[in-house]
């Protein structure tokens, strides 16, 4: 009955922990009936739980510098620690993405690529980039001293193309995780981009605009891309969408910072 009361409120703070659940391996108690009530209108929390893993995992980093270590060797133990935290979710997906987009000919068959487990060269490579290049930005910004509020900005931040790609595209296969959520109201959208926007004034000061704004573009890119590939989004797509933004998040960052 409580799920039921809540289902249509804008914030639960019970979607706190629900998001938590859901995006990280962090030992949190989830209320499953509110959670499967809720669905995506839990997703305004998405980047809490995205700054929580951020300031979890920098932590890692900030040992490592304290420790004497270099910025490049810190910068790796923070996506370990992000990778380990979330379970690899969003890498997974944008390994899957690369593999079925570039790999199958046909949307259905992109489909059935994504859907196995196993990683072809695509994915792997896709993985690869995408390590150096948050490694190398990331360092870069901590030899410019100020980067652990910027990374817990760009955990928040670029959990909101996740929102924004469910909301905007239909579901490309029924019985996934994105489809079984359903997509979030618009309203719910705009609440987590303002959590976002928030953490990002907090932890990026004059580069926010830039830095949202290389993001956006990414994520309209993304879209794009997916709607001509299978026709919409699946949770690969969103996880994907979340790794590229970070990736454009930080390189934009580092660019500044240079």
């Given at each position: 009955?409580?799920?039921?009361?809540?289902?249509?409120?804008?914030?639960?703070?019970?979607d706190?922990?629900?998001?938590?659940?859901?995006?990280?391996?962090?030992p949190?108690?989830v209320?499953m009936?509110?959670a499967?009530?809720r669905g995506?209108?839990?997703?305004?929390a998405w980047?809490?739980?995205?700054a929580?893993?951020?300031?979890?995992?920098?932590?890692?980093?900030?040992?490592?510098?304290?420790?004497?270590?270099?910025?490049?060797m810190?910068?790796?133990?923070?996506l370990?620690a992000?990778?380990?935290?979330?379970?690899?979710l969003?890498e997974?997906?944008?390994?899957?993405?690369a593999?079925g987009f570039?790999?199958?000919?046909?949307?259905?068959?992109?489909?059935?690529?994504?859907?196995?487990?196993r990683?072809?060269?695509?994915?792997?490579?896709?993985?690869?980039?995408?390590?150096?290049?948050?490694a190398?930005?990331?360092?870069?910004?901590?030899a410019?001293g100020?980067w652990?509020?910027?990374?817990?900005a760009?955990?928040a931040?670029?959990?909101v193309?996740?929102?924004?790609?469910?909301?905007?595209l239909?579901?490309?296969r029924?019985?996934?995780?994105s489809?079984?959520?359903?997509?979030p109201p618009?309203?719910?959208?705009?609440a987590?981009l303002?959590l976002?926007?928030?953490?990002?004034?907090?932890?990026?000061?004059?580069?926010?605009?830039?830095?949202?704004?290389?993001?956006?573009a990414?994520?309209?890119?993304?879209?794009?891309?997916?709607?001509?590939?299978i026709?919409?989004?699946t949770?690969?797509?969103?996880?994907?969408g979340q790794q590229?933004?970070?990736?454009?998040?930080?390189v934009?960052l580092?660019a500044?910072?240079?």
């Amino acid at each position: 009955m409580d799920a039921q009361r809540h289902k249509d409120d804008l914030l639960d703070p019970a979607d706190v922990p629900a998001a938590l659940g859901l995006l990280t391996r962090l030992p949190v108690r989830v209320d499953m009936a509110h959670a499967t009530a809720r669905g995506a209108r839990a997703a305004w929390a998405w980047p809490l739980a995205g700054a929580v893993v951020a300031a979890l995992a920098g932590l890692t980093g900030a040992l490592a510098l304290w420790a004497g270590g270099p910025p490049l060797m810190a910068a790796a133990l923070v996506l370990a620690a992000q990778a380990m935290l979330t379970g690899a979710l969003h890498e997974d997906g944008l390994a899957d993405c690369a593999d079925g987009f570039w790999g199958g000919w046909t949307p259905g068959r992109r489909l059935e690529i994504m859907r196995d487990s196993r990683a072809g060269t695509y994915g792997v490579l896709a993985l690869v980039l995408s390590v150096l290049i948050r490694a190398g930005a990331l360092a870069a910004l901590m030899a410019a001293g100020g980067w652990f509020a910027a990374l817990v900005a760009m955990g928040a931040m670029s959990r909101v193309p996740m929102a924004a790609l469910q909301s905007l595209l239909p579901n490309a296969r029924a019985g996934g995780l994105s489809d079984r959520t359903g997509r979030p109201p618009r309203k719910t959208v705009l609440a987590a981009l303002a959590l976002a926007l928030l953490a990002g004034v907090a932890g990026l000061g004059t580069g926010l605009v830039a830095v949202a704004l290389a993001m956006a573009a990414v994520t309209l890119v993304w879209g794009w891309i997916a709607w001509s590939r299978i026709g919409g989004q699946t949770g690969d797509v969103l996880g994907a969408g979340q790794q590229l933004a970070e990736i454009a998040g930080l390189v934009t960052l580092a660019a500044l910072a240079g």
